[in-house]
């Protein structure tokens, strides 16, 4: 039985002015994987993160995801066909409460439209109790529940990430794209988002993560690609990439 290729892209290009951030990367993510992205500061981690959700547009480059071509485009776009992302920094509607964040999310996913939504008819409304209720099972399927007629600005920094995490998980994604979600957490909180990220992946969902704690990243991931100066230098698994002479290179510099 063949695995099954979440998204495949090959020879990604893209430059700002006489800046090359991109120099022919190509990945691909196997359903249910957990696949990392990493490099040093500067590397082009998120340039490729925000080329993959449409941020910005590659120069050049193709995409499938499951299967078909995937042209990136708008962010709404890219949520519809099937991509969820967070960011660096955190993105919440900070006067909403947890649920109503995560309920945003959903709404990608709805059928009755602005007719529906004005005229509040029986569908709708009906639509919008189910879109309560899934909010509620993903608040607590990240361990937030507790929390969520709280306003988002009033949760803890580790819990806001989760309520991220649950806002991206309720539009439905083929493939969760997580940008530096440990950013600014501390050791218990990281451990946390850990079990958290394996608890998704169980569910068979897939995961593409850039993270700058390689620690986590060695003991998380089932592939990673590392970039230095916009081009790939390695990809395998952690033990490979590990032990990649460019890899220490480019970690530690010449002489380690």
Do not use: W
């Amino acid at each position: 039985m063949s695995e099954q290729v979440i998204l495949k892209i090959a020879g990604v290009n893209k430059r700002f002015g006489g800046l090359q951030a991109l120099s022919d990367v190509s990945i691909k993510i196997l359903k249910g994987q957990i696949y990392g992205l990493i490099g040093p500061n500067g590397a082009g981690k998120t340039t490729f993160f925000n080329v993959i959700t449409g941020l910005y547009q590659a120069d050049t480059g193709t995409f499938e995801l499951d299967g078909k071509p995937y042209s990136p485009s708008a962010p709404h776009e890219v949520a519809k066909a099937g991509i969820a992302r967070t960011f660096q920094n955190i993105r919440l509607f900070g006067e909403m409460s947890a649920v109503e964040n995560v309920m945003v999310g959903r709404h990608v996913r709805t059928k009755q439209g602005v007719f529906g939504a004005v005229f509040h008819h029986k569908a709708a409304r009906e639509e919008e109790a189910a879109i309560r209720q899934r909010a509620m099972e993903l608040l607590d399927f990240v361990g937030i529940a507790k929390f969520a007629h709280r306003t988002a600005r009033h949760l803890s920094y580790g819990d806001q990430r989760r309520l991220e995490i649950a806002r991206a998980l309720a539009t439905d994604p083929q493939l969760l794209a997580l940008d530096e979600p440990a950013a600014g957490m501390n050791a218990t909180e990281k451990l946390a988002l850990r079990e958290l990220l394996v608890k998704i992946k169980a569910e068979g969902r897939t995961i593409l993560l850039i993270e700058h704690d390689v620690k986590l990243m060695m003991g998380l991931c089932d592939r990673l690609t590392v970039l230095d100066y916009g081009k790939p230098i390695a990809e395998g698994v952690p033990a490979e990439v590990q032990s990649n002479p460019a890899v220490i290179e480019a970690y530690l510099g010449g002489g380690h």
